[in-house]
């Protein structure tokens, strides 16, 4: 095979590394580390938004924000060690957690334990790598989170982790049996004597951060695809696995760092930050014009990956230890939180610049990254058309995820109970993005909660369609698919997060909004559908107004903004988290045009706090009945349903 070490050499034995080492290993290890490292950071954003919910966000977020630094224990771990020390702690350690994880499920503990030795990971990642190109690191990284992106699918993008039995326990040793060998292989050779390395050499491996900040917020969230481009989950995948195809095909065509300059790295760092920009965040365009920029951004995001990571994988050249290279690694996985937890906590209080300037930010960042190490020497692959369309063909293989998704649709254990003409059983209910009080992410439970009531509909707050507070599942959908229920969305803190309507009912008729705010906090809408019932419609509307106690003002404003867009039709429901309890002046000002479901006016808590914040009110020529409250902690709110009567 051709290949060089600052240049390209064709023709006889090659003296340089080659782009695939002896055997597959070194890519299987660094590939399934990848995949894992993913795993564990969507598993522990639920955990993490629970821990602040408890302890408050802004003392989270430091915790949160503390242990991302970990990776900074890699050069003591190396110190003391060695190579190989390092290479157990951080990669034998995550496989170790994942295994630990899957038997007992996902726990705060594990969350921070897991978290801690994924950022040493990264560090450990470059020491597997060490002799390869940058474009075999960044392929064998684009294919680990292929693969794990096609075993999401095939769970409906709700992670095996979180989940018992056969198949998530066999998705499960896949990676961890895989990764196990390919570690005992790496370790079985020996280490590869590392070069000297300048700073600037070490700020190239920072670049994984931002990468796999991408990737899990956008490029390979299929959940995102779907939500912000209106996609069926089945035709985001294949979105999200045609840039994996293109990226994979791109590297191994032996274009991708060839004579890059800085300043073109730059150019294509600012269009992956601009494109990230535009369609992730509270300001984001949604449409099909996602589709462009999320199978470009895949291109770009690799190349800019495989270009940075060339100067820190060099087998020679002068300069200081190569700890400075953990330290630039350690940095990146610090820039994983510098992206990932403000855009989270986003969700929860304001930031002072729009929360679009986060993905933004990770675009930039991997460009300017690439741009320092650009000019620094490495291993270069030469040509080979053929080998890009092997690994471009090989992405079809990752639609096996779409397939089973597609045919395997899980069982719909109750049907909706059989009303009488012109009477509807609703349901409303602030499922807290599919995450019980315990902080595990369940939405089966969510599921068996609404089946106990038999709606044929259901009023969705708080619902999560790939934002970071479910771990980038797509819980609308996984709620559709299990009930057996048309899913109605309505974004409104960004595309990820808002409201949603299920029913089983026929659609007329549906739209959506949002609430206009003055700040960059979190912005609150509503979804609405005109619904078929026997021989005449029935129009329901899912909200969620602000939260706080303070914010009653902004509450009125809301109100007012949601009655105006109503503008008086006739047989309406409208239900939600109003975050406002019996007697204050928002419930007052819904009750001059429409009238509460709970006979009486009174009627229990409906959160397990103790609050009467979750209400449902109906216009005149509606009447309601069997008005009930549950009792599950299946969200950090109980589901109120009533029966609607339509008058003639």
């Known amino acids: 095979m051709a290949s060089t070490q600052v240049g390209t050499q064709t023709g006889g034995p090659a003296s340089g590394p080659s782009i695939v080492p002896q055997g597959p290993a070194r890519l299987v290890l660094i590939a399934v580390t990848v995949a894992v490292l993913a795993q564990t950071l969507r598993f522990s954003l639920p955990q993490l938004n629970h821990f602040g919910d408890t302890a408050g966000a802004v003392p989270a977020a430091f915790a949160v924000l503390a242990v991302y630094l970990a990776g900074f224990a890699a050069p003591l771990i190396r110190r003391l060690g060695g190579p190989r020390a390092l290479l157990l702690t951080g990669v034998g350690g995550l496989f170790l957690v994942r295994l630990v994880v899957q038997a007992t499920g996902p726990h705060l503990w594990l969350t921070f334990l897991g978290t801690a030795i994924g950022m040493i990971a990264?560090?450990?990642?470059?020491?597997?790598?060490?002799?390869?190109?940058?474009?075999?690191?960044?392929?064998?990284?684009?294919?680990?989170?292929a693969a794990d992106t096609a075993v999401r699918m095939a769970f409906a993008t709700w992670d095996p982790v979180w989940r018992s039995g056969i198949m998530p326990w066999t998705a499960c040793l896949v990676f961890v049996v895989l990764g196990a060998l390919a570690l005992y292989r790496e370790l079985s050779s020996g280490p590869v004597a590392a070069p000297g390395l300048t700073w600037r050499d070490a700020l190239g491996g920072a670049a994984v951060g931002p990468f796999?900040?991408?990737?899990?917020?956008?490029?390979?969230?299929?959940?995102?695809?779907?939500?912000?481009?209106?996609?069926?989950?089945?035709?985001?995948?294949?979105?999200?696995?045609?840039?994996?195809?293109?990226?994979?095909?791109?590297?191994?065509?032996?274009?991708?760092?060839?004579?890059?300059?800085?300043?073109?790295?730059?150019?294509?760092?600012?269009?992956?930050?601009?494109?990230?920009?535009t369609i992730a965040g509270t300001y984001a365009v949604s449409g099909v014009e996602i589709v462009p920029v999320v199978v470009v951004g895949q291109v770009l995001a690799a190349w800019l990956l495989a270009v940075a990571c060339r100067a820190p994988l060099r087998r020679a050249g002068t300069g200081g230890p190569v700890w400075r290279l953990d330290a630039g690694a350690a940095l990146g996985g610090f820039l994983i939180a510098?992206?990932?937890?403000?855009?989270?906590?986003?969700?929860?209080?304001?930031?002072?610049?729009?929360?679009?300037?986060?993905?933004?930010?990770?675009g930039i960042l991997l460009g300017a990254l690439a741009a320092i190490a650009?000019?620094?020497?490495?291993?270069?692959?030469?040509?080979?058309?053929?080998?890009?369309?092997?690994?471009?063909?090989?992405?079809?293989?990752?639609?096996?995820?779409?397939?089973?998704?597609?045919?395997?649709?899980?069982?719909?254990?109750?049907?909706?109970?059989?009303?009488?003409?012109?009477?509807?059983?609703?349901?409303?209910?602030?499922?807290?993005?599919?995450?019980?009080?315990?902080?595990?992410?369940?939405?089966?439970?969510?599921?068996?909660?609404?089946?106990?009531?038999?709606?044929?509909?259901?009023?969705?707050?708080?619902t999560s369609r790939g934002s970071l507070m479910s771990g980038t599942t797509d819980v609308g959908v996984w709620l559709s698919r299990r009930l057996g229920m048309k899913l109605l969305w309505g974004p409104a803190a960004d595309g990820q997060f808002g409201n949603a309507i299920?029913?089983?009912?026929?659609?007329?008729?549906?739209?959506?909004?949002?609430m206009p705010r003055g700040d960059w906090s979190q912005i609150r809408g509503y979804v609405w559908a005109r619904l078929g019932v026997g021989d005449t419609t029935l129009?329901?509307?899912?909200?969620?107004?602000?939260?706080?106690?303070?914010?009653?003002?902004?509450?009125?404003?809301?109100?007012?903004?949601?009655?105006?867009?109503?503008?008086?039709?006739?047989?309406?429901?409208?239900?939600?988290?109003?975050?406002?309890?019996?007697?204050?002046?928002?419930?007052?000002?819904?009750?001059?045009?429409?009238?509460?479901?709970?006979?009486?006016?009174?009627?229990?808590?409906?959160?397990?706090?103790?609050?009467?914040?979750?209400?449902?009110?109906?216009?005149?020529?509606?009447?309601?009945?069997?008005?009930?409250?549950?009792?599950?902690?299946?969200?950090?709110?109980?589901?109120?349903?009533?029966?609607?009567?339509?008058?003639?």
């Open 539 to 648: 129009d329901v509307w899912s909200t969620h107004l602000e939260g706080g106690a303070d914010d009653g003002p902004e509450r009125v404003r809301e109100v007012a903004a949601l009655l105006r867009a109503w503008g008086g039709a006739p047989r309406t429901v409208i239900g939600g988290d109003f975050n406002a309890g019996p007697g204050s002046p928002e419930i007052g000002r819904m009750g001059t045009e429409l009238h509460n479901a709970a006979i009486g006016g009174d009627f229990g808590p409906t959160t397990p706090g103790g609050e009467r914040i979750d209400w449902i009110f109906g216009t005149d020529d509606v009447r309601f009945s069997d008005f009930r409250i549950g009792d599950s902690r299946a969200s950090d709110h109980f589901p109120i349903a009533v029966t609607a009567t339509i008058g003639r």
């Open 212 to 277: 796999l900040a991408l990737q899990i917020l956008v490029l390979s969230s299929p959940a995102f695809v779907a939500s912000s481009g209106w996609l069926s989950l089945t035709a985001s995948h294949i979105v999200v696995a045609t840039g994996q195809g293109l990226a994979l095909a791109f590297l191994a065509s032996g274009l991708a760092v060839r004579a890059v300059p800085g300043g073109v790295c730059v150019l294509g760092g600012t269009l992956l930050g601009v494109g990230a920009g």
């Open 338 to 362: 510098v992206v990932l937890v403000p855009y989270q906590l986003s969700a929860i209080e304001p930031l002072p610049v729009p929360n679009n300037l986060l993905p933004g930010l990770a």
């Open 122 to 145: 990264v560090a450990a990642l470059y020491e597997a790598a060490r002799g390869l190109s940058g474009v075999g690191f960044a392929t064998a990284a684009v294919a680990g989170l």
């Open 502 to 514: 299920l029913t089983t009912l026929p659609v007329r008729k549906s739209g959506t909004g949002r």
């Open 374 to 462: 650009a000019a620094r020497g490495g291993p270069l692959p030469a040509r080979a058309p053929l080998r890009a369309l092997t690994a471009g063909a090989a992405a079809l293989v990752l639609l096996l995820g779409t397939l089973l998704f597609t045919v395997a649709a899980p069982e719909t254990r109750a049907r909706p109970a059989a009303a009488a003409p012109g009477q509807v059983r609703i349901v409303s209910y602030n499922i807290h993005d599919g995450v019980d009080t315990s902080g595990r992410l369940d939405p089966e439970a969510i599921a068996r909660t609404i089946e106990a009531q038999r709606p044929q509909v259901v009023l969705l707050q708080e």
